[in-house]
Protein backbone atom coordinates (compact mmCIF):
# COMPACT_ATOMS: atom_id res chain seq x y z
CA UNK A 1 0.00 0.00 0.00
CA UNK A 2 0.83 3.42 -0.31
CA UNK A 3 3.30 5.02 2.19
CA UNK A 4 3.16 8.46 4.18
CA UNK A 5 6.30 9.89 6.22
CA UNK A 6 5.67 13.01 8.19
CA UNK A 7 8.83 14.93 9.06
CA UNK A 8 9.81 16.34 11.43
CA UNK A 9 8.18 13.99 14.13
CA UNK A 10 8.34 16.36 17.08
CA UNK A 11 8.50 20.28 16.89
CA UNK A 12 9.21 22.93 19.71
CA UNK A 13 8.26 26.70 18.70
CA UNK A 14 8.40 29.54 20.32
CA UNK A 15 4.62 31.29 20.68
CA UNK A 16 4.67 33.60 17.48
CA UNK A 17 7.64 31.56 15.72
CA UNK A 18 6.82 30.11 11.70
CA UNK A 19 7.09 26.53 11.22
CA UNK A 20 6.96 24.17 7.87
CA UNK A 21 5.41 20.36 8.20
CA UNK A 22 6.65 18.02 5.57
CA UNK A 23 4.48 14.84 4.37
CA UNK A 24 5.89 12.39 1.43
CA UNK A 25 3.87 10.44 -0.31
CA UNK A 26 5.16 6.84 -2.18
CA UNK A 27 2.46 7.26 -4.85
CA UNK A 28 -0.12 8.95 -7.15
CA UNK A 29 -2.71 10.24 -5.02
CA UNK A 30 -6.89 11.30 -5.65
CA UNK A 31 -7.16 12.58 -1.72
CA UNK A 32 -4.59 14.48 0.29
CA UNK A 33 -5.88 16.09 3.78
CA UNK A 34 -4.42 17.39 6.87
CA UNK A 35 -5.63 17.58 10.34
CA UNK A 36 -4.98 18.81 13.70
CA UNK A 37 -5.39 16.20 16.47
CA UNK A 38 -6.24 18.58 19.52
CA UNK A 39 -5.07 17.60 23.31
CA UNK A 40 -8.87 16.10 23.83
CA UNK A 41 -8.39 13.82 21.15
CA UNK A 42 -10.65 15.55 18.02
CA UNK A 43 -9.62 15.61 14.50
CA UNK A 44 -10.44 18.56 13.04
CA UNK A 45 -9.95 19.05 8.81
CA UNK A 46 -7.36 22.03 8.28
CA UNK A 47 -7.01 20.98 4.41
CA UNK A 48 -8.16 18.56 1.65
CA UNK A 49 -5.37 19.74 -0.94
CA UNK A 50 -4.86 16.59 -3.37
CA UNK A 51 -2.95 19.33 -5.27
CA UNK A 52 -2.05 23.30 -5.57
CA UNK A 53 -2.00 25.83 -2.32
CA UNK A 54 -4.70 26.83 -0.19
CA UNK A 55 -5.13 29.03 2.76
CA UNK A 56 -7.09 29.61 5.48
CA UNK A 57 -5.62 31.99 8.22
CA UNK A 58 -2.63 31.39 9.69
CA UNK A 59 -2.36 27.83 8.01
CA UNK A 60 -2.11 27.19 4.45
CA UNK A 61 -0.95 24.09 2.57
CA UNK A 62 0.66 23.35 -0.11
CA UNK A 63 0.62 19.73 -2.62
CA UNK A 64 2.64 19.75 -5.24
CA UNK A 65 1.18 16.07 -6.92
CA UNK A 66 3.89 15.26 -9.34
CA UNK A 67 6.82 15.18 -6.52
CA UNK A 68 4.82 13.65 -3.96
CA UNK A 69 4.72 15.71 -1.54
CA UNK A 70 2.86 18.29 0.72
CA UNK A 71 3.93 21.20 3.34
CA UNK A 72 1.69 22.52 5.77
CA UNK A 73 2.64 26.19 6.80
CA UNK A 74 1.73 27.84 9.94
CA UNK A 75 2.46 31.02 10.60
CA UNK A 76 2.77 33.59 14.36
CA UNK A 77 2.11 30.28 16.18
CA UNK A 78 -0.12 30.16 19.20
CA UNK A 79 -0.15 27.90 22.02
CA UNK A 80 -3.84 26.81 20.68
CA UNK A 81 -2.24 25.53 17.89
CA UNK A 82 0.12 22.45 20.14
CA UNK A 83 -1.10 19.18 19.24
CA UNK A 84 -0.44 16.28 16.34
CA UNK A 85 -0.64 17.32 12.73
CA UNK A 86 -1.26 14.16 10.39
CA UNK A 87 -1.28 14.11 6.79
CA UNK A 88 -3.57 11.61 4.88
CA UNK A 89 -3.93 10.30 1.64
CA UNK A 90 -6.09 8.43 -0.47
CA UNK A 91 -4.63 6.53 -3.75
CA UNK A 92 -7.59 4.94 -5.38
CA UNK A 93 -8.89 2.45 -2.67
CA UNK A 94 -10.45 5.10 -1.41
CA UNK A 95 -9.56 4.69 2.46
CA UNK A 96 -7.08 7.37 3.97
CA UNK A 97 -4.02 5.98 4.92
CA UNK A 98 -2.29 8.33 7.63
CA UNK A 99 1.41 9.33 8.39
CA UNK A 100 2.58 9.27 12.04
CA UNK A 101 2.30 12.50 12.85
CA UNK A 102 4.12 15.66 13.85
CA UNK A 103 3.74 16.65 17.74
CA UNK A 104 3.93 20.86 17.76
CA UNK A 105 4.52 21.76 20.83
CA UNK A 106 4.27 25.62 20.97
CA UNK A 107 5.01 27.36 24.89
CA UNK A 108 4.89 30.75 25.82
CA UNK B 1 -18.51 20.28 14.60
CA UNK B 2 -17.70 18.11 11.85
CA UNK B 3 -21.42 16.67 11.78
CA UNK B 4 -20.15 12.89 12.62
CA UNK B 5 -22.03 11.70 15.40
CA UNK B 6 -20.51 8.91 17.63
CA UNK B 7 -21.41 7.59 20.71
CA UNK B 8 -20.43 6.61 23.23
CA UNK B 9 -17.96 8.68 24.15
CA UNK B 10 -16.20 6.56 26.65
CA UNK B 11 -16.31 3.48 27.34
CA UNK B 12 -14.79 1.00 30.05
CA UNK B 13 -15.85 -2.52 29.59
CA UNK B 14 -14.07 -5.68 31.12
CA UNK B 15 -12.06 -8.88 28.75
CA UNK B 16 -13.97 -11.22 26.83
CA UNK B 17 -16.90 -8.61 26.78
CA UNK B 18 -18.91 -7.77 23.94
CA UNK B 19 -19.34 -3.69 22.72
CA UNK B 20 -21.25 -1.97 20.19
CA UNK B 21 -19.95 1.42 18.44
CA UNK B 22 -22.38 3.56 16.68
CA UNK B 23 -21.55 6.34 13.95
CA UNK B 24 -23.93 8.40 12.64
CA UNK B 25 -22.49 10.33 9.01
CA UNK B 26 -23.03 13.91 8.35
CA UNK B 27 -25.96 14.75 6.25
CA UNK B 28 -26.03 13.50 2.68
CA UNK B 29 -22.76 11.11 3.24
CA UNK B 30 -22.86 7.78 1.90
CA UNK B 31 -19.77 6.58 2.71
CA UNK B 32 -18.21 5.95 6.48
CA UNK B 33 -15.08 4.50 7.86
CA UNK B 34 -13.75 3.33 10.72
CA UNK B 35 -10.31 3.85 12.16
CA UNK B 36 -8.49 2.96 15.36
CA UNK B 37 -6.10 4.96 16.67
CA UNK B 38 -3.38 2.91 19.63
CA UNK B 39 -0.13 3.80 21.15
CA UNK B 40 1.64 1.50 19.33
CA UNK B 41 -0.33 1.34 15.74
CA UNK B 42 -1.35 5.17 14.98
CA UNK B 43 -4.42 5.47 12.91
CA UNK B 44 -5.33 2.28 11.32
CA UNK B 45 -8.11 1.64 8.48
CA UNK B 46 -10.77 -1.40 9.28
CA UNK B 47 -13.51 -1.14 7.40
CA UNK B 48 -15.11 1.05 4.87
CA UNK B 49 -19.26 1.20 3.80
CA UNK B 50 -20.68 2.48 0.65
CA UNK B 51 -24.69 3.01 0.66
CA UNK B 52 -25.04 -0.04 3.10
CA UNK B 53 -22.47 -2.14 1.61
CA UNK B 54 -19.06 -2.93 2.31
CA UNK B 55 -16.38 -1.25 -0.03
CA UNK B 56 -13.22 -1.78 1.42
CA UNK B 57 -11.66 -3.56 4.71
CA UNK B 58 -8.27 -2.70 6.34
CA UNK B 59 -6.12 -4.44 9.23
CA UNK B 60 -9.83 -5.25 10.83
CA UNK B 61 -9.20 -8.61 13.18
CA UNK B 62 -11.95 -11.01 12.95
CA UNK B 63 -13.90 -10.72 16.60
CA UNK B 64 -14.64 -7.12 15.12
CA UNK B 65 -17.24 -6.63 12.50
CA UNK B 66 -19.47 -3.77 11.23
CA UNK B 67 -22.50 -2.50 9.34
CA UNK B 68 -24.34 0.37 7.39
CA UNK B 69 -28.01 0.00 7.88
CA UNK B 70 -30.34 1.62 5.51
CA UNK B 71 -30.66 5.23 7.11
CA UNK B 72 -26.62 5.33 6.71
CA UNK B 73 -25.91 5.02 10.26
CA UNK B 74 -23.06 2.44 11.22
CA UNK B 75 -22.23 0.24 14.26
CA UNK B 76 -19.03 -0.95 14.63
CA UNK B 77 -18.86 -4.53 16.96
CA UNK B 78 -15.90 -5.64 18.93
CA UNK B 79 -16.45 -9.04 20.89
CA UNK B 80 -14.29 -11.15 22.91
CA UNK B 81 -12.30 -7.96 23.89
CA UNK B 82 -8.75 -8.37 24.48
CA UNK B 83 -6.53 -5.87 26.49
CA UNK B 84 -5.09 -4.54 23.20
CA UNK B 85 -8.31 -3.92 21.76
CA UNK B 86 -8.37 -0.51 24.31
CA UNK B 87 -8.00 2.44 21.92
CA UNK B 88 -9.41 5.38 20.33
CA UNK B 89 -11.94 4.43 17.47
CA UNK B 90 -13.12 6.90 15.05
CA UNK B 91 -15.70 6.99 12.61
CA UNK B 92 -15.42 8.84 9.24
CA UNK B 93 -17.75 10.08 6.56
CA UNK B 94 -17.71 11.58 2.87
CA UNK B 95 -20.13 11.89 0.70
CA UNK B 96 -18.36 10.42 -2.12
CA UNK B 97 -14.81 8.21 -2.35
CA UNK B 98 -11.66 10.31 -2.56
CA UNK B 99 -13.86 13.43 -1.55
CA UNK B 100 -12.82 15.10 1.74
CA UNK B 101 -13.52 12.63 4.88
CA UNK B 102 -14.80 14.34 8.37
CA UNK B 103 -14.02 12.40 11.58
CA UNK B 104 -16.39 12.25 14.53
CA UNK B 105 -15.14 12.94 18.13
CA UNK B 106 -14.07 9.22 18.43
CA UNK B 107 -15.20 6.73 20.96
CA UNK B 108 -12.70 5.77 23.67
CA UNK B 109 -12.67 2.39 24.92
CA UNK B 110 -10.45 1.19 27.50
CA UNK B 111 -11.07 -2.71 28.28
CA UNK B 112 -9.59 -3.80 31.92
Known amino acids: GIQVEQSPPDLILQEGANSTLRCNFS?????LQWFHQNPWGQLINLFY???GTKQNGRLSATTVATERYSLLYISSSQTTDSGVYFC??????????FGKGTKLSVIP | DSGVTQTPKHLITATGQRVTLRCSPR?????VYWYQQSLDQGLQFLIQ???????AKGNILERFSAQQFPDLHSELNLSSLELGDSALYFC???????????FGQGTRLTVV
Open chain 2, 92 to 102: ASSVATGAEAF
Open chain 1, 27 to 31: DSVNN
Open chain 1, 49 to 51: IPS
Open chain 1, 88 to 97: AVGAGSYQLT
Open chain 2, 27 to 31: SGDLS
Open chain 2, 49 to 55: YYNGEER
